[in-house]
């Protein structure tokens, strides 16, 4: 049976959920993904392919929750499809002179299409991939807010986020987001849990934001994301990456229930509880597929914030990343807001009937353009959408090192956030 949350009665619980769906209000660009259906069901995803692409970007760093930028240019070669839903691509972050000072492959997971249509009336539909990277130092003398001091001492360092394609669907022109992050020391280089220990920037972290143009402005922020219930419905679903080598995906599984608790915010880099730079966030999920005993797969964040364990996680830390100034006749992704999320979960998959840990990535954007319903996905109308993908999954004890590179994914977690 599913395990109590006792703690639950202490805060204010937020429920994720959606009422009725309503028709489309447009069709769709290039289609559903096909990943709808009965129980771990085996089938192909309907992906467009997806192109090459370069951004102008900012690398943004954090000192003491205090942001700075410099100028840079990301590019994603052409993405390779390593099996269903997984892919991969050489990505080079070049500076303001055009100059590579990092550069390395990223593993990307698909999580979910869906639609938007901005102010004007353009449709995109839009494919999210959760992305992570080692990446290796290119030039030396690279600027400090864009290259972490930790590259300088470590054969790689770690960084994940997402990537966006979107497809307008008159043009049929593609416009790419590309959000990658990496934490300050506690969360990536403490030697108890991480394969790249030292002490390197404690109070300072580091993304890669792009676009950020004069049309499309990236402002970095400590903004808090906005949540309030809504009673009854469906709201999301958790799905198995496909073993290596398997040619299809596994059907998702949809989620009956699920909440999400923001607990506090405060600076994590060093700990200052005056300023905004994390949000401490509970996230429970229940699904609906059941095994052999009736249980079907649920999760749940985990406090490792606890005497005995001390590390940094109190369930899900969500970083503030911060939002595009983007004017209404801007392209894809408008006004939108940008975290990203880190943590421990609790994953039971009734599909293997196993109960595992998970050192887990992903993000949270909200309130960009108008979102279509989805007949495929009626949950999924919010502008708000919740992408989790696992990094390290152990079913029996967790060992050191978890964190620190790029790991095999999964299990995928996403939900709207109403």
């Not at 969500?318 to 209404?328: L, R």
């Not at 993000?363 to 108008?370: D, I, N, P, V």
């Not at 979102?371 to 050191?400: C, E, H, M």
């Amino acid at each position: 049976m599913i395990r109590p949350l006792r703690a639950l009665a202490l805060f204010a619980v937020v429920v994720l959920v959606l009422g009725i769906a309503h028709p489309a209000q447009a069709q769709l660009c290039f289609g559903p993904d096909g990943l709808q259906g009965n129980c771990w069901e085996k089938t192909p995803a309907n992906l467009p392919d997806l192109p090459s692409f370069g951004l102008e970007s900012s690398g943004i760093c954090w000192s003491k929750c205090d942001p700075q930028k410099v100028a840079s240019v990301i590019r994603f070669d052409t993405p390779n499809r390593l099996q269903c839903g997984v892919y991969d691509s050489l990505v080079t972050i070049t500076d303001a002179a055009g100059v590579p000072v990092m550069i390395g492959r990223a593993r990307m997971d698909y999580t979910r299409t869906w639609e938007e249509v901005d102010p004007s009336g353009r449709t995109y539909q839009v494919w999210r991939f959760l992305t992570k990277v080692d990446f290796q130092l290119g030039q030396a003398n690279a600027p400090s807010c864009l290259v972490p001091p930790c590259m300088f001492q470590q054969p790689t360092t770690f960084y994940y986020g997402y990537v966006d394609y979107a497809l307008e669907c008159n043009s049929q022109q593609f416009f790419n987001v590309a959000v990658l992050f990496h934490p300050c020391d506690k969360f990536i280089h403490d030697p108890r849990h991480s394969s790249r220990p030292g002490v390197y920037h404690p109070g300072d972290y580091f993304a890669l934001v792009g676009p950020d143009t004069a049309a499309q402005p990236f402002v970095p922020a400590t903004s808090v994301s906005a949540i309030a219930p809504t009673p009854g419905g469906k709201l999301g679903a958790v799905r198995l990456t496909p073993a290596p080598g398997t040619p299809d995906c596994i059907k998702e599984e949809r989620l009956q229930q699920g909440l999400v608790n923001n607990i506090g915010q405060a600076c994590a880099c060093p700990l200052d509880r005056t300023k905004n730079g994390v949000t401490a966030q509970f996230q429970h999920g229940v699904g609906s597929c059941q095994d052999a005993t009736g249980q079907v797969s649920n999760y749940e964040a985990l406090n490792t914030f606890l005497p005995g364990l001390l590390f940094p996680w109190l369930y899900t830390i969500q970083h503030h990343v911060g939002f595009w100034a983007s004017p209404a006749a801007s392209p894809y992704p408008g006004p939108e807001v940008v975290f990203v999320n880190e943590g421990f979960y609790r994953y039971y998959d009734s599909c293997s009937s196993k109960l595992s840990i998970d050192v887990s990535y992903g993000s949270l954007t909200e309130r960009g353009f108008q979102v279509n319903p989805d007949p495929a996905r009626p949950w999924q109308s919010s502008d708000r959408f919740l992408d989790i993908a696992s990094n390290y999954s152990k079913t029996q004890g967790i060992n050191p090192p978890f964190t620190g590179e790029v790991f095999p994914t999964k299990h995928l977690i996403y939900v709207n956030i109403f």
